[in-house]
């Protein structure tokens, strides 16, 4: 006697659904801790340091905010691999952010001890 499903991809969908939420959520976090740790360090900013911070504020925001509502319209469209992709999106962003800034931050540092 076989026993075959009726609907042998059910599982795998669900589990892509899953995964394309989870990757929103995360996204999500991952704009919302940049956007914090950019607001940490803004006090004892000149004014022109913070249009940038601002403008960088801005900008991970909007990038979140688009990285969502394409993954919820890549879910709707039922392409749930792709949503988890795009959901992901605003990680990887914090994340160059962060060694840009990082790397500005080091670089600052040495010339100011090194002088040169």
Not at 9 to 17: Q, Y
Not at 44 to 66: D, E, H, W, Y
Not at 86 to 101: R, T
């Amino acid at each position: 006697m076989r026993i075959t499903p009726s609907t042998p991809w059910s599982c795998d969908r669900t589990v892509a659904a899953i995964c394309a939420v989870f990757s929103m959520l995360v996204g999500v976090g991952a704009t919302l801790t940049m956007i914090v740790l950019l607001l940490a360090g803004s006090p004892n900013s000149t004014p022109a340091q913070m249009t940038q911070i601002k403008m960088l504020m801005l900008g991970m925001a909007v990038c979140g905010l688009v990285c969502v509502v394409g993954a919820i319209w890549a879910m709707v469209a039922g392409r749930h691999g792709l949503a988890a992709g795009v959901g992901i999106g605003p990680m990887v962003v914090a994340i160059v952010m962060f060694i840009v800034l990082l790397v500005v931050i080091l670089g600052t540092i040495v010339a100011y001890f090194f002088g040169t």
